[in-house]
């Protein structure tokens, strides 16, 4: 018995490592002609792996359908681009990624989180 | 409405939304006689339409085409707030319901109201309160189970899975216990209902308590948003009517009347009067507009009537700029952040595996009974931890700093500015336009005998109105003062780097400084002690000469700006070294550099080299502010650690400028500096608490005093200090809203 719970929990550490930290297959979109839809909803983006060509322009248009504040703003720390977002409301954020790399987008807090790969 | 005007008009259009709408809607636009040019901004779905054409045939335009308009406003401001607000109610609806519900539970659970969980009875009894809490956590706290679901799926975590796991583990468990009692050991069948429900109620209680005291973070840009006024009263086809401000256009004239706001920018076309602009720049006097002059959409017009041209509108006005510059400010985050958000980024997963490990240590080095302790303890763990503190901890506070600043006219334009202007060892202040006024006036007339006053000026003014030196404008500025009208002269010819050699009424006239004298023989005589007088006084000195006969000078100077010298001693007190740049010759720096008392001065710099100066202080090790003008001084602006651009009247959005100040005085500089300490040290507060509260929360909460002193933590205190750690971090960066720099 004493086994089997201490393997559980050391499977169970195993998994949290694996899922959250190595497993990176997450929604991922491409912006096609120059406009992509991200849902802002229960704590994440929807998709929240972007890929984009550089010196392209591209619009974002960010649905935040989450009442929490937490999920208002979003910033491209690196890029120097934030947007307030309105509840309900779409925003569309407009910018053209002038350099290659990936640029992590955040909320004020960095809980929610998602990248926007320029290729 | 019949609003005709030949200039550009603002559209919003709700329904574009694609590429091919932009194109429809432009060529629908375009296609209406009379229009110029149309343009279609994809990003805010507004469209430009320049044209001599009425507005409501371009609504028609774009309704015909399939897509609806109205006439550009920004209305999002208070429509966010209301959802902010109805958010806020919600919150606490949800509170007093859950809070009502779980008191009951802790009621009927303490006083031991209920029937033994073993008996059939008790079994229906329980299962009831069972019920009521999965009510309290669906209904109260159903979004932090989705959330965690959501982000679980997405292989993220946050704060949702902390709150829903430590939660959702003590009903299941809790339920497991009512429904079959006897396969739980007597000492581990307790249930833990009313723990689940008060930390979802806490939990709650908190994000409201948080989300109230976050309202007041933006309260800056509330106060900028609000003074822009709902209505203007514009001239339309020979009368005054009033209009709301979304609906004037380009060369519009408006009329303000004593007390009322100006509602756009422009330029005044009829009357005078004095403008307060005091919440746009900070400027405490009361600024007098005359004819030609600019106004600023927001100021206040405290005495006369006047007319202007609507020279900027909608998001093009010096406000609106403001208000966004300050939004994207706020938003920035600067370095001392970073480390917090690296943290933020694997801190629930840590957490979780911490919260394993406590389980595991728990049941094999823990007394009986181990279930009770293992779930206690791995509770407290989960929902003591709060990334929200330690994430919240650095943007909340540069919210409030960057705020701050923009109430007294300092525009922070990049978020490591702020920062970095709280590191600064040095300041480097321009010395024309900076400390000085940048606009030289006549202050001394010194004819021979023979020659008046008058005669000087004349004969000045007629030679320097062909020149377009600096000092020759204060020359003409000054004869237009004393109503002198500058005669027509022969002939004009630069004496590179002297002056000015020219024939004036059949008459040679050398005008400069005292070498060309001397070169042509001119014998200055008792002028000479005198205008060295004056040379040492940090004033330039121009001699004028008729026919080889010295006929006296003329002395200009550049004021000093009147508070430059208490400004700079600010900074000296905030423990930094002033240094002053100058292109001046030696003498006259140095006579400007005693009155202002600068630490240090550089003078004879040529303008291409002030960049290099800056390199040179850098290279010392020093962290060099610049403050220019932001034109002449780009380089260097760009070049230091921290660029300011001064008293930039409405071109609020200087790009070689990290900073810029709305007011000409030195003091924004002074502001900028102690503001940024001041938030850099709010910030420090707020990361030292929320990694110090949760690096000590955990372990207790994991039990690690329990072998010394016995000592648990209860989970509801547990949820109670996580709701409270993030209200006093948002609580601590509030404080920053009463700093006075």
Redesign the interface.
């Known amino acids: 018995m004493?086994i089997i719970?201490?393997l559980t929990?050391l499977v169970?550490?195993a998994f949290?490592?694996w899922?959250?930290?190595i497993?990176?297959?997450?929604?991922e979109a491409r912006v096609e002609?120059?406009?992509l839809e991200i849902v802002v909803?229960?704590?994440?983006y929807?998709p929240?792996v972007i890929h984009a060509k550089a010196g392209q322009e591209i619009?974002l248009r960010f649905v935040r359908k989450d009442?929490?504040?937490?999920a208002e703003?979003v910033?491209f720390?690196d890029l120097?681009i934030?947007?307030?977002l309105?509840?309900?409301?779409p925003y569309?954020?407009?910018f053209t990624p002038e350099k290659k790399g990936e640029f992590e987008f955040?909320c004020?807090?960095?809980?929610?989180?998602g990248k926007l790969i320029v290729e | 409405m019949n609003n005709k005007s030949e200039t550009s008009k603002r559209l919003y259009v709700s329904d574009i939304s694609c590429a091919s709408c932009v194109e429809t809607i432009e060529t629908a636009l375009k296609s209406v006689p009379g229009v110029d040019e149309a343009h279609v901004n994809f990003a805010d779905r507004s469209v430009t339409v320049s044209g001599d054409v009425s507005a409501d045939i371009l609504l028609k335009a774009v309704s015909d085409s399939g897509y609806t308009a109205s006439i550009a406003q920004d209305k999002t401001e208070s429509e966010r707030e209301n959802k902010d607000l109805a958010h806020y109610k919600e919150l606490l609806i949800k509170t007093v319901i859950a809070g009502i519900i779980s008191l009951a539970i802790v009621a009927v659970t303490m006083l031991g109201l209920l029937p033994e969980i073993t008996t059939f009875k008790g079994q229906i009894s329980w299962g009831v309160v069972s019920l009521l809490a999965l009510f309290v956590l669906t209904y109260a706290g159903g979004r932090f189970f989705t959330g965690a679901l959501k982000s679980f799926k997405n292989h993220n975590a946050n704060m949702d899975t902390l709150i829903a796991i430590g939660t959702g583990v003590a009903w299941v468990y809790s339920s497991f216990v009512v429904l079959f009692p006897d396969s739980v050991s007597e000492i581990a069948r307790h249930v833990y209902f009313d723990t689940a429900t008060l930390i979802i109620t806490f939990i709650n209680l908190g994000s409201a308590l948080e989300m109230r005291a976050r309202g007041k973070t933006s309260e800056a840009i509330k106060r900028l948003i609000g003074l822009q006024p709902k209505t203007a009263r514009v001239q339309r086809e020979g009368s005054e009517v009033d209009i709301p401000i979304e609906q004037v256009q380009m060369d519009d004239i408006v009329r303000v009347r004593p007390g009322e706001k100006i509602p756009v920018d422009g330029e005044l076309v009829e009357g005078s009067s004095h403008v307060d602009e005091s919440m746009l720049t900070g400027e405490p006097v009361p600024v007098s507009k005359k004819v030609g002059d600019e106004v600023v959409g927001g100021s206040v017009n405290k005495s006369g009537s006047f007319l202007f041209k609507a020279t900027r509108i909608g998001k093009d006005t010096a406000l609106s700029q403001i208000i966004d510059m300050v939004r994207k400010a706020q938003n920035a985050k600067p370095e001392i952040g970073r480390l917090a958000d690296k943290v933020s980024a694997i801190f629930v997963p840590t957490v979780l595996i911490i919260a394993v490990f406590t389980m595991l240590a728990w049941f094999n080095f823990g007394p009986q009974p181990q279930l009770t302790y293992m779930l206690v303890t791995t509770m407290a763990v989960l929902i003591i931890a709060c990334p929200c503190a330690l994430g919240l901890a650095t943007p909340i506070s540069v919210m409030v700093g960057v705020g701050k600043a923009a109430e007294y006219g300092v525009l922070i334009r990049r978020g490591d500015a702020l920062q970095k202007s709280g590191q600064l060892t040095t300041v480097v202040l321009d010395k024309t336009g900076t400390i000085t006024e940048g606009k030289p006036v006549v202050t001394a007339l010194e004819p021979t005998s023979g020659w008046s006053e008058e005669d000087l000026l004349k004969i000045a003014a007629s030679i320097e109105t062909n020149s377009e030196h600096p000092l020759a404008e204060a020359v003409v500025e000054a004869s237009k003062e004393k109503n002198i009208e500058p005669s027509s002269i022969e002939s004009f010819e630069a004496v590179s780097g002297h002056g000015v050699r020219a024939v004036y009424q059949q008459k040679t006239v050398l005008l400069g400084n005292r070498k060309l004298m001397d070169d042509n023989g001119v014998n200055l005589g008792s002028l000479m002690d005198r205008s060295e007088e004056l040379s040492k006084m940090g004033q330039t000195v121009i001699f004028v000469s008729v026919d080889g006969e010295a006929a006296g000078f003329l002395g200009i100077s550049d004021p000093i700006k009147t508070d430059s010298k208490e400004a700079i001693q600010r900074l000296q007190e905030l423990g930094i070294k002033v240094v002053m740049l100058t292109g001046d010759n030696r003498a006259t720096a140095e006579t400007v550099a005693a009155l202002v008392g600068v630490d240090d001065f550089i003078a004879e710099v040529l303008p291409h080299d002030k960049a290099n100066q800056i390199t040179r202080l850098q290279a010392k090790g020093e962290k060099v502010a610049m403050v220019g003008d932001g034109i002449n001084d780009a380089p260097a602006l760009a070049g230091s650690d921290v660029g300011f651009a001064i008293g930039t009247g409405t071109d609020v959005a200087i790009e070689s400028a990290d900073i810029t100040l709305m007011r000409g005085s030195l003091h924004g500089v002074a502001d900028a500096v102690s503001i940024s300490k001041a938030t850099l040290r709010n910030i420090k507060e707020n990361l030292v608490g929320a990694f110090g509260y949760n690096s000590l929360a955990i372990p207790i909460a994991a039990g690690i005093l329990f072998p010394f002193t016995g000592l648990l933590l209860n989970p509801i205190i547990a949820g109670a200090a996580m709701a409270l750690s993030s209200v006093t971090v948002v609580t601590n960066a509030n404080r920053l809203r009463w700093f006075k720099p």
């Open positions: 004493e719970i201490n929990g169970l550490i949290i490592v899922w959250f930290w497993f990176k297959n997450r929604s002609g120059n406009l909803d229960s704590g994440v929807e929240s619009t009442s929490n504040p937490c703003k910033l720390d120097e934030s947007a307030d309105p509840l309900g409301t569309d954020l407009t955040t004020q807090m960095a809980m929610y989180r």
